[in-house]
């Protein structure tokens, strides 16, 4: 009895290859979105200290082109904070595209497997066939056999 070969194996094994390197994708477009976040928090802290430091330090007054700069370094951090969020937001876009393509390698994963399950289920059922046509021959010949002797029997009784 030979084993079960299933004939779409190399493309299965280049669908997990696929599924992989989609995950992997993934994960690396999430660190970049961690990152994008992680500065535009940054962002944010630095503007709201620098914010609180132009009116609210005791003893700290600024002088005219003290506050220029420091107004002009709050307008650079907004501008940096709304840039940063539409970055933040494009690579979350990227993410969601990545984890559809993700969704769709598994799928295509998925519905190989599921072919070779049943490619399988069908060979199991085919070798039970022949198993059954097998014991069946035997069971006849056997019978056979019996029947021949018993007749061979009663002809050399006569």
Not at 92 to 114: G, S, W
Not at 134 to 145: K, N
Request: glycine content about 4%; proline content about 1%.
């Amino acid at each position: 009895m030979k084993d079960y070969k299933f004939k779409l194996e190399k493309v299965l094994e280049y669908r997990k290859d696929k599924e992989n390197l989609a995950k992997q994708e993934l994960a690396n477009q999430q660190k970049k979105v961690k990152k994008a976040e992680e500065r535009l928090s940054y962002l944010q802290y630095e503007y709201k200290e620098m914010a609180y430091y132009r009116g609210n330090e005791p003893g700290k007054e600024l002088d005219l082109e003290g506050l220029k700069i420091l107004n002009d370094y709050l307008s650079y951090l907004d501008l940096e904070i709304k840039g940063q969020r539409k970055v933040v937001y494009k690579l979350a876009e990227e993410v969601k595209n990545q984890q559809n393509n993700v969704k769709k390698a598994m799928q295509d994963r998925k519905t190989l497997e599921t072919l070779k399950e049943k490619g399988y289920q069908d060979f199991l059922e085919e070798v039970k066939i022949q198993e059954r046509n097998l014991i069946d021959e035997l069971g006849l010949r056997s019978y056979l056999e019996g029947e021949e002797s018993s007749w061979n029997l009663s002809l050399s009784n006569k």
